[in-house]
Structure formats: C-alpha cells, structure tokens
C-alpha cells in the first residue's frame, strides 16, 4: 500500500509532472508566473482544487456513474464538479485573502479549464485508482504543479536580467527557458520505481 | 431511452446539488461591498501608484470607506481629491503639505569616481550585483542607470549625466522612486524646502575624498553656521530637520563641497 503510494506520489511530482512530462495546464504555468508569491499562491489553489476534485469525483464516478451505465458521462460530470470547487475556492479567496485574489485574477476561474485538473480526475478512472490512490494522485499531481510554476518563476526571476537578443523579448524567451526546464525533467522519465 | 432519461436526470440532480451548495457558500462567504469605496474609487486618479502607502487606488478607497485612512493621502490627486474624498465621507479634508522626490547624490559623471566600468544590463539592481554597489567606488551613489526613471509614471525622473534628478514642477509624489531605488538615496523632501543635502554618504571624510569631489566631509561648518540648529551632522552627513530650517541658506554658502544645495537653482542648472 505504502510503496505504491509512493509511487504514484513521485510518479505525479517528478516522473510524469503534469507540466513537463504530460504538457497539462501551460496556460496557468506563463500566466502566472511572473511573480514567486502569486505563482506559489496559484500552485496552492491548484493542488487544492485537484485533490478535493479527485475525491469527489472518484465518489460520483464510482457511486454515481458506473452503477447507472453512465460511464460516458464522466466528462462532463467532472467538468461539472471542478466547475463547482474552483467557484468556491473563489469565494473563499475573495473573502479571506483578497490580495492573491486580485493577483489572481482571471486565471482563478481559469483553473475551471486548467486541463491539468481534468486530467488528474480523468487519469484516476483510466489507472483504475481506489479512493485513497486518486486522493493521493490528485494531491501530488497538484504539488507537481506548485514545484513546475514555483521552479519557473524563480527561473523568470533571473530572466529580467539576463542579456538575450531583442527577438525573444516577453513570452519568446519564457517559452524557450520553459522547454529547456521540461527536457531538465526528461531526465526523470527513465526512473523506474519497484 | 431509459439510459437518456437516467443521465439528464442525474446531471439534472447534480447541478441542482451543486448549485444550492454554491448559493450557500455565496451566503457564507458574501463580502460586503461598501457603497462609499465605489464613489472614492472613482474620485481617485486611478494611476495606482501606492503614493499613498496603499496597494494601488482600489486598496485605498477601501481602506478610506472603513475610516482606516485620512482623505488626505492621495498624492498625485492633492487637495482637489482630498476634499472630494472628504465629502463622500462627509469629513474634514485637512491640510497637506505637498511632498517631492529628492535624489540625495550629486555623483555625476566626472565627479564621483569610477570603481569600474560597467557594460551589463542597464538596470540598478543588476549593476548592484557586482561588489554590492555597482561602479561608482562612493557605496553611497546614485548608479544612474535609471530605475527610479523607469518606475516614474510622471516623467518626473530623468537620469543626467549619470546621476537621477528629479522634477521637482512634474512630482507628484508617489514615491514610485523611492521604492525602486535599490541605494535608497531618493527621500521625499517638502515641496517648498528651501536647501537640501545632495549627499547620503555615510563614509568618513577622508573616505568620501578618495571617492568623490563633491560628497559631505562631514566638517561640522554648516551646523556651526546655522542660526537656528538645523541642519545637524549625524552619522558623517550633515542633515536638515525640514520642520526647523528657515531657509536662510547660510548653511550652502559656508559649505566647502558645495553639496548643500539650494533648491531651484539646482534643478535649473543641473
């Protein structure tokens, strides 16, 4: 139980990063960052949104829709339930910390189409996870997230002085920087866990 | 047809759900919106230049409307705004005295040595990066590479031969300067001041020799000077206490550096 939720953990974080194995959830990824503590604060929201997604989910896929034939609904009911917690994660921001809510701003309602957390509930019924499997996957995919935009923003950072040539100026350079921090991570895909 | 019924029942049900959970939540979490932040917001200039020590309008129309704040505090609207804001909130607007930038370093080019040449990125912060501060051999010297330029949305702040000066007729203010300055040599001074110390260099009087031609010795003979004991030196540096100074001038005549200012004459031929 113990080493294969490991696995999954370290498979979600490192080996298969949502953003620079499985290309989930760029938009978000430039969007947001170009500040450390927005793209932190983003990272955080995401991973909630994806854990509490995968939990309720893997409930209403389980209960819901494969006892009623409905498999094929599953798109939809998902989209229907991330739409719900990212609302409410947005509320619940706007009331508590305002200031990332506005630093936020329209990529918060944006996590509705963050394909990364489609992709995290979507991924949980095609690998046959049980509830604590999906919970975890969710979880760590999400902190997979939060260490990709964290590791970019810190790598946007520096690109403010960096001297390149005036062509790659704004989102030329970030993209570059951005596949050179993926083909960083390749270097994972070859590890094998038990 | 079974299965078509069944799903537009279950998605049905699960949108109802989900939205009588969402319209609870909007209950719980309802944020009030005070009616008197929209008004103060619009009064505002809206450069949301933080001037006021607020982030940006929005922060501190919300901050007036919950009487945290004076009305008084914009900047760049002045007292115009403060008395529109002051009526929104049916209060007293109160006096303010109108606060400009000062850039305290007159190394200019020629006259502050070099420490090194210095070819990288035109930005203060990287230049600061080399020997923690940038080429000019004073530590306490105005790079000149324009930071506190570029942060001004006023066009107040110009790099001249290679020390920032300020606009004193263009300021507003905001302190947009302040805050990017990474030597923290630019202080906001009153508007009508007549003198100013155009020097923050700490260092002793030999030091500041070795460094500069016109930084402060710190050799005490404006403060013996003035009338009114004012201008002090502390810390090597002489200092003016605006609220004292009566602008005699005294201070700039015996000054042997010719560092301490006076005012318009030093926008003018500066």
């Not at chain 1, 200031?99 to 963050?114: D, H």
């Amino acid at each position: 139980m113990f080493t294969s939720l490991l696995s999954i953990s370290l498979g979600a974080i490192l080996i298969n990063n949502f953003i620079f194995a499985q290309f989930l959830g760029i938009c978000p990824f430039l969007g947001v960052s170009s500040k450390m503590d927005t793209a932190f604060g983003m990272g955080i929201a995401v991973t909630f949104v994806m854990g509490l997604s995968s939990a309720i989910c893997w409930v209403i896929n389980e209960y819901i829709l494969m006892n009623l034939g409905l498999a094929y609904m599953q798109t939809l009911a998902f989209i229907l339930v991330i739409a719900v917690l990212v609302q409410l994660v947005e509320m619940f921001l706007k009331k508590s910390v305002p200031s990332l809510y506005t630093a936020l701003g329209i990529y918060l309602p944006l996590i509705t189409t963050n394909c990364a957390v489609l992709g995290v509930v979507l991924l949980n019924v095609q690998e046959d996870y049980n509830f604590i499997e999906s919970v975890v996957y969710g979880i760590t995919g999400g902190l997979g997230f939060l260490v990709a935009i964290a590791l970019f923003a810190s790598v946007r950072d520096r690109l403010q002085f960096a001297d390149y040539p005036k062509a790659f100026e704004g989102f030329a350079i970030s993209l570059v920087s951005a596949g050179l921090l993926a083909l960083a991570f390749m270097g994972f895909s070859g590890m094998q866990i038990w | 047809m079974d299965n078509v019924l069944s799903a537009v029942l279950v998605l049905g049900i699960m949108g109802g759900v989900f939205g009588a959970v969402l319209a609870v939540a909007a209950r719980i979490f309802h944020v009030d919106q005070d009616e008197h932040i929209t008004l103060v917001r619009e009064a505002l200039p809206g450069a949301n230049c933080g001037g006021c020590g607020y982030p940006g309008c929005d922060g501190y129309a919300a901050a007036v409307a919950a009487g945290e704040a004076p009305p008084d505090k914009c900047v760049v609207g002045g007292l115009p705004v403060a008395a529109k804001v002051a009526e929104i909130m049916g209060i007293d607007a109160g006096a303010q005295e109108k606060m400009v930038a000062f850039v305290h370093c007159s190394g200019e080019e020629g006259v502050a040595k070099k420490f090194f040449d210095y070819t990288g990125p035109q930005d203060c912060v990287a230049a600061m990066r080399f020997g923690n501060q940038g080429p000019k051999a004073c530590q306490f010297s105005c790079i000149g590479l324009g930071n506190c330029a570029r942060a001004c949305q006023f066009d107040a702040m110009h790099v001249e031969n290679g020390a920032a000066v300020v606009d004193r007729e263009k300021c507003v203010g905001c302190q947009a300067c302040v805050a990017a300055c990474p030597k923290d040599i630019i202080k906001m001074v009153p508007y009508n001041q007549k003198v100013l110390v155009g020097c923050r260099s700490k260092d002793k009087g030999a030091q500041t020799r070795k460094v500069c031609d016109v930084g402060c010795i710190a050799c005490m003979r404006c403060q013996k000077e003035c009338p009114v004991g004012a201008i002090v030196v502390k810390d090597n540096l002489a200092q003016i206490d605006y609220d004292k100074c009566i602008g005699c001038g005294k201070c700039a005549e015996v000054c042997p550096r010719k560092i301490i200012h006076p005012q318009k004459i030093y926008v003018q031929t500066r």
